[in-house]
Nanobody, 115 residues
Framework: QVQLVESGGGLVQAGGSLRLSCAASGSILRINTMGWYRQAPGKQRELVATITSGGRTNHADSVKGRFTISRDNAKNTVYLQMNSLKPEDTAVYYC?????????WGQGTQVTVSS
């Protein structure tokens, strides 16, 4: 079993920054892809960014140039640096990791951007 603990969400004004962290623990031999998704009220969960074990990243068009995903393999931790935040970035952000062929999700952390 794998546990994910997220941190770093909160309330910020438009134009501000936040950094999300997600630490994985438990029965982990090797983590493959790690990533972040988000879900706004009344909307479907959507991809924000992913990063492979080799460091290859993929960012949604809506966050390119503003958000940066990174990971620390020694700590089994994935990060999301969010800059130039906009009100439309308001959502619950979920961490995701793939261990072997199983996908695990964090509990979610709220990010609220005020205008």
């Amino acid at each position: 079993q794998v546990q994910l603990v997220e941190s770093g969400g909160g309330l910020v004004q438009a134009g501000g920054s936040l950094r999300l962290s997600c630490a994985a623990s438990g029965s982990i031999l090797r983590i493959n892809t790690m990533g972040w998704y988000r879900q706004a009220p009344g909307k479907q969960r959507e991809l924000v960014a992913t990063i492979t074990s080799g460091g290859r990243t993929n960012h949604a068009d809506s966050v390119k140039g503003r958000f940066t995903i990174s990971r620390d393999n020694a700590k089994n931790t994935v990060y999301l640096q969010m800059n130039s935040l906009k009100p439309e970035d308001t959502a619950v952000y979920y961490c995701m990791v793939v261990v072997a062929t199983i996908t695990y999700w964090g509990q979610g952390t709220q990010v609220t951007v005020s205008s």
